[in-house]
Structures are given as C-alpha cells and as structure tokens.
Nanobody
Framework: QVQLVESGGGLVQAGGSLRLSCAYS????????MGWFRQAPGKEREFVSA????????YYADSVKGRFFISRDNAKNTVYLQMYSLKPEDTAVYYC?????????????WGKGTLVTVSS
C-alpha cells in the first residue's frame, strides 16, 4: 500500500520558517519525481515545487521561488520543503505528491496533507 505521510505543518508568524517532511513507502519510488502542492481556503489546488529523481532538478512556482527549497533523501525515502519568509498567503494545506514525471500535471500519488497557517 502506497503511503505518503506529511509532517511539519503548524502555526507560524509572517516572516517565519517551517520545514515540511514527507515520508513515502509502499512501493519503490525509484525514477519518481516528488513534489508539493497546496490548497488555500476557497482556492484551487496549486503546484508549489517538484524535484526529479535522476539529477535532483528542482522546480518552483513563481510565488515561492527564492523562499521555498525542496530536497530529497532517497536513502530515507523522504522529501522536504524548507519554507522561509512565510507570508499569510502561504496559508494552505500542503500535499506531498509523487509522479513518474516532474511536470506534475496530475500526480499519481498524494498524501493526506498538512496544514500550514501563517499569521500576520
């Protein structure tokens, strides 16, 4: 059974930092890109970041570029999202995703999400 389990969400003040983690298991994810999506209250789910398997190439939404940094530890089956300079508009449920392609149009696997709340 494939599982993607997010952790690290919480309440933080604007300007603060958080690190999200996603532990994945249940199948081999060799060759899979990993990433993060988010959904703010009343808004559509949106792409945040992705990292490829082979070279660790990273991708970011324009809204988080320069503030968020994605990384992965394949030995630990874990992907991270380090978030700096958080803004109230970053408030959302953050979902870990996995897909054979780093394009991430419609990721194959999803976690259940972790809530990040940024207060002003």
């Amino acid at each position: 059974q494939v599982q993607l389990v997010e952790s690290g969400g919480g309440l933080v003040q604007a300007g603060g930092s958080l690190r999200l983690s996603c532990a994945y298991s249940g199948r081999t994810f060799s060759g899979y890109a990993m990433g993060w999506f988010r959904q703010a209250p009343g808004k559509e789910r949106e792409f945040v970041s992705a990292i490829s398997w082979t070279y660790g190439t990273t991708y970011y939404a324009d809204s988080v570029k320069g503030r968020f940094f994605i990384s992965r530890d394949n030995a630990k089956n874990t992907v991270y999202l380090q978030m700096y300079s958080l803004k109230p508009e970053d408030t959302a449920v953050y979902y870990c995703v996995a897909d054979p392609s780093e394009v991430m149009v419609a990721p194959e696997y999803w976690g259940k999400g972790t809530l990040v709340t940024v207060s002003s």
